[in-house]
Structure formats: C-alpha cells, structure tokens
C-alpha cells in the first residue's frame, strides 16, 4: 500500500565488457495483517559473464521474514546459469537452484526448520524463431528434504512473443 512501500534498490558495475556485477536490497510488506511486523528484508548479490557463446551468471540471496507470532523466518538461495548459443536463433542451457531454510521458534522452547532445503537443475533447448517470437523446451529434475508429493521431473514448454 502506499502507507507501507516496499523499498528496492540495485547498485551495479561493468568494469569490462564481458563482466558485471552488482547488489540489490528490498524491503516491505509481505503481509496484509493489522500486525506491524510482517515485513521481508532481501539482500542479494549478482554477477554476469559472456564471451563468444558463452554467457554465465547467477545470484544469491538472503531474506528475512517477520513472521507474527514467530519471530524472524530466514533462507539464503542462488542460482548459477551458463547459457551456450549454438548459432543465431537456437541455444541451450542449464541451471542449478539451490536454496537453504533456517529454524524459526517452534513455540515450545525450541526451533524448528521452517521450510525444506530443496535443490533444482534445468535443461533447456531454444529457438528464437523472429525477432519477436521464441520457443523453448525444458526438463526439470529436483528433489527437497523429506518427503517429496509434488514430483521430482517437470517437462516444460514456453512460447515468448514481444511487442
């Protein structure tokens, strides 16, 4: 709402060419509650290269929630990419995520894990049909702590048009 903004901010650099790297923050409501405290904190970090076909980047982050009732929830998560052009229009990449579940007040003297540490990796095959138009086909395979009911495979297709 615009009595409680978030507030975001990246600050980034190109020292050459093929290199970038950056930080960014975020702060705000994560939560419509009548509580003052539901707020996230977010600090993440960026970098980039490319050369030739190649192009790999990825980030990290650490966030904070302020759970009602629970105190401070937080996670650290990345991601690393390399993307390689196989000529003009087509291309393939793969991604790694990861991210990490810290313990919250259990509310009985102790703490427990708040969410489960879970892992992805992506394949993905592309093709810039136009300047406008692009396909892609992706498998996803992952896995988190404990018991998994949502599956571990995912075949995925996107269709991406600009205007």
Do not use: C
């Amino acid at each position: 709402s615009f009595s409680d903004p978030t507030v975001s901010a990246r600050i980034g650099a190109r020292p050459t060419p093929e290199l970038a790297f950056g930080t960014s923050f975020s702060h705000g409501s994560y939560l419509v509650t009548d509580t003052p405290s539901a707020d996230q904190t977010t600090f993440g970090l960026d970098a980039s290269w490319q050369h030739h076909h190649w192009q790999i980047w990825g980030e990290v982050f650490h966030s904070t929630f302020e759970v009602p009732g629970v105190g401070d929830a937080e996670m650290v998560s990345y991601y690393l990419e390399t993307k390689y052009k196989l000529n003009a229009s087509w291309w393939l990449a793969l991604r790694w995520n990861q991210s990490f579940f810290g313990d919250v007040s259990d509310g009985k003297g102790g703490s427990a894990q708040w969410d489960r540490d879970a892992w992805r990796a992506d394949l993905a095959l592309g093709h810039r049909i136009s300047r406008h138009v692009q396909a892609k086909v992706q498998y996803s395979y992952g896995d988190k702590q404990g018991r998994d009911v949502e599956g571990d495979h995912m075949l995925a297709t996107q269709l991406t048009v600009r205007f």
